[in-house]
């Protein structure tokens, strides 16, 4: 299990109610679960959004496959309008 940073941003900060927070999981999937526990409203932005683990993007890959190390960023980025 690992300690992580979650980095909320837009309707994800505001949805979360929060810019930021500290978690525990073993991967990304665990991670959501977690933090979307009780937040319907959180749970329904993420739906939406995209994620960087480490500034690296997660993309399509099953958030499963994505292993969360001590002290790792996790930052949740909604879509962003604009044009």
């Known amino acids: 299990m690992a300690s ?3 980095r909320y941003w837009a309707a994800a900060k505001e949805a979360a109610g929060v810019a930021e927070e500290r978690s525990e999981a ?3 999937a665990e991670l959501m679960t977690k933090i979307t526990s009780n937040r319907d409203r959180l749970a329904r932005v993420l ?5 960087l683990v480490n500034g690296d993007p997660v993309g399509r890959r099953a958030h499963e496959t994505i292993i969360l190390t001590d002290g790792a960023t996790v930052e949740v980025l909604p879509p962003f309008a604009g044009g």
């Open 47 to 51: 739906t939406l959004s995209s994620f």
């Open 26 to 28: 073993a991967n990304l």
């Open 4 to 6: 992580v940073v979650v």
